[in-house]
């Protein structure tokens, strides 16, 4: 079947893409109603439950976003990680996830109608979830987690792909970083009889393509192409490698993923224990609008921001204490990367991915850029969230756009590169 | 012609104290020129004149006159000290001890009636002066009056402002502002997208940026600042008083509401639009309605 669905079903948002056709691109789906995310894909994972005498109401994505919770209105939000972990999700959460899971197929039938899939029940769906998730899977069962995602899935409605119901979220990233959301099979073929994933086309947009090419013309001795993808997320910062054997231009890549805890919430944590209890109340209080301009002021673009009340965060000795929270954190992904680039081995890093809301901070940015560079990897290429565009005697520097922020899991995890009967 | 001898400085002192007692009232004590208004006790400070000065003025015993006051004359370069002196209670005991007894009387009742003319000017002037008092202190206690009433009045109108004003926050908070620019905002097309991603970043940040000073103006002084968001692209949700069905993803409210509940807009929300879309700057502010 060539069509699936990918629900990227994160703590603060749901992203969700599809693949229509197996040699094209899987757009993400963009909706109007989601008008407070400026790319109109970033789908709030909330649901809101009221008991109140007239009933039993939800609510849920957008329209949860403003309910406050009282003594008839349950709140449900950040849910996710409850459902991680070897004990069972209590049953509020269990039917708060169906639920949702059951809006978001309604909620997405006018936009996915918009791409050609009519009756979202009948396309088969996939997962994406942590890494660390996966965690108490032996072979070929599911983790527990995973297990109840499906059987959520299945009882919103939803049919989970028989192949491959779940990703893992680092995975999926550096798929649909590495092709942007690009698909691409071969016609049956006399030996296999079967289509088959056509890798170099489908990376093509990488660096992998002119490295193959090198290697088959001899321009270049290089038998691997080595990719890393480093996500700075809200709560973890996911790492993903990918080697491409440039010998054998069917091979299937390898893929390597580890998550650390250690997203820009600990950030925003750090700093507001430092702050002042005026202004560390002052931005607790802060609608999302408000806090997204405070943190790029005070973290992007290393100033200081004025919040309601005329209080001043980010001025004087607080920009050093600030910055001090910055370099600290900086320093824990650092520490993870090397760890991550020691532990699988990687002698060889060619492309280097630098992606995340966190890596839209310069500081750190250029904090892992200066770790890849010291490292010595023959790295010739490095892609960057932010728009400060270095030449550097030894490798290109491309600025990606804002889209492979936030979106890549859902557009990787709807490539055909999970889907092994196509290999 | 017989040349008169010259006074001895006790017929001297005895002159001047006599002159002193008659004049009641303070005199020059060392002459100025020879006009009637210049006349002093003494013609000159010099000679005999000198040793009765002293006597006087008490450098050698008990003052049988005193200094009640002195004038500084500027002449010139040169400045001039003029003292005025009155006789005291000694000078009177010394002089009717030196009198003869035959002029003791005709002294004392020139000096009497000195003293009862300048005590009657003297209570004509107190008469006058207690007068002018009393009509001072009619006019003074009027002023205090009306400035008490003015007072008092404008305490009432400050108190009736207050009132008034608080009545008319109170109003505005709940009814359409008529200065408001949004009921006035004609429809309009939609803004043609900017070209790039950093025009439209640009834009969004600072529509933002003017939302929020927009919702901690007053609402008297939003009505610029509607101007700039309307200029920049943005278009208001809902307008003051409106009643709705709530919208989570519009609507924001402080007291407990749900999803399609009946509502009243205490305040509009933003959305900056553009012909690819909407974003949502702010949510409108809402409250629970009973229709």
């Known amino acids: ?423 | 012609m017989t040349k008169t001898p010259p006074k001895s400085p006790d017929q001297i002192l005895l002159e001047v104290l006599e002159r002193a007692l008659i004049n009641s009232t303070e005199t020059r004590l060392i002459a100025l020129g020879k006009k009637p208004d210049g006349a002093g006790l003494f013609a000159t400070d010099k000679g005999a004149n000198k040793t009765v000065i002293e006597r006087c003025l008490g450098l050698q015993g008990d003052s049988l006159l005193q200094i009640v006051r002195t004038e500084e004359v500027s002449v010139g370069k040169k400045t001039q000290v003029h003292s005025f002196a009155t006789i005291t209670p000694g000078g009177v005991d010394h002089l009717f001890s030196k009198l003869p007894v035959e002029r003791r009387a005709s002294v004392a009742v020139a000096a009497l009636d000195a003293a009862s003319k300048s005590i009657a000017v003297l209570e004509h002037l107190i008469d006058s002066i207690v007068k002018r008092r009393d009509e001072l202190l009619s006019v003074v206690e009027s002023l205090v009056q009306r400035f008490s009433s003015s007072l008092e009045a404008m305490q009432d109108s400050a108190a009736q402002l207050a009132v008034r004003r608080d009545r008319i926050k109170t109003q505005l908070a709940k009814e359409p502002l008529p200065a408001t620019s949004l009921n006035a905002t004609p429809e309009r097309a939609p803004m043609r997208r900017p070209d790039t991603d950093a025009e439209v970043s640009f834009r969004q940040r600072a529509a933002q940026e003017l939302v929020f000073a927009w919702q901690e103006s007053a609402r008297e002084a939003r009505v610029p600042i509607e101007a700039a968001l309307h200029n920049i692209g943005a278009e208001p949700i809902g307008e003051y008083g409106d009643k709705t069905k709530f919208v989570g993803r519009l609507h924001e409210s402080r007291s407990p509401v749900f999803q399609d509940d009946s509502v009243e807009v205490e305040r509009p929300g933003w959305i900056l639009r553009d012909d690819a879309g909407g974003y949502l700057l702010t949510h409108a502010l809402v409250k629970p309605y009973l229709p």
């Open chain 1, 1 to 423: 079947m060539s069509r699936i669905i990918c629900i990227d079903f994160g703590s603060a948002f749901t992203k969700v893409a599809v693949r229509i056709d197996l040699n094209k691109p899987s757009p993400i789906i963009t909706d109007e109603r989601l008008s407070s995310d400026p790319l109109k894909f970033c789908i709030p994972t909330l649901a809101a439950k009221s008991t109140r005498s007239d009933g039993v109401k939800w609510a849920f994505g957008p329209d949860a976003s403003t309910q406050s919770p009282s003594e008839q209105i349950t709140v449900f939000r950040n849910w996710k990680s409850q459902l991680f972990g070897s004990r069972k999700p209590e049953r509020a959460v269990k039917e708060a996830t169906v639920k949702y899971f059951e809006w978001l197929r309604e909620f997405l039938a006018t936009p996915c109608s918009k791409v050609g899939l009519k009756d979202l029940s009948v396309v088969p769906a996939r997962i994406c979830v942590p890494d660390f998730s996966v965690h108490g899977r032996s072979n070929d069962d599911f983790s527990p987690t995973e297990q109840f995602l499906q059987d959520a899935l299945r009882e919103a409605g939803w049919l989970p792909d028989d192949d491959r119901p779940v990703v893992t979220e680092p995975q999926s990233n550096i798929i649909g970083i590495y092709t942007q959301g690009a698909n691409a099979t071969s016609p049956p073929g006399a030996s296999k009889g079967k289509k088959t994933i056509n890798f170099m086309r489908m990376f093509k947009r990488g660096g992998y393509f002119s490295a193959l090419k090198d290697a088959s013309t001899g321009y270049s001795e290089a038998t691997i192409h080595s990719v890393l993808v480093l996500d700075i997320g809200a709560y973890t910062s996911d790492f993903a490698h990918i080697e491409f054997d440039l010998t054998d231009a069917k091979a299937p890549p390898q893929i390597t993923s580890s998550s650390l805890v250690a997203g820009i919430q600990q950030l925003d944590e750090s700093v507001v224990k430092r702050l002042p209890k005026s202004k560390a109340a002052a931005f607790e209080s802060l609608n999302q609008n408000a806090r997204e301009a405070m943190k790029r002021a005070i973290y992007s673009e290393a100033t200081s921001y004025k919040l309601p009340g005329n209080l001043t965060v980010g001025a004087d000795k607080e920009r050093g204490l600030i910055q001090e929270c910055v370099d600290h954190f900086a320093e824990k992904v650092e520490a993870g990367l090397a760890k991550f680039i020691l532990q699988n081995k990687i002698g060889q890093l060619n492309e280097v991915f630098l992606t995340g809301g966190g890596n839209m901070i310069p500081t750190i940015n250029s904090c892992l850029e200066k770790s890849v560079r010291k490292m010595d990897l023959s790295t010739s290429l490095v892609h960057s969230l932010t728009g400060h565009a270095q030449s550097h005697p030894t490798y290109y520097y491309d600025v990606l756009g804002p889209l492979h922020g936030r979106g890549s899991s859902g557009l990787g995890g709807a490539s055909v590169y999970f889907e092994e009967k196509y290999w």
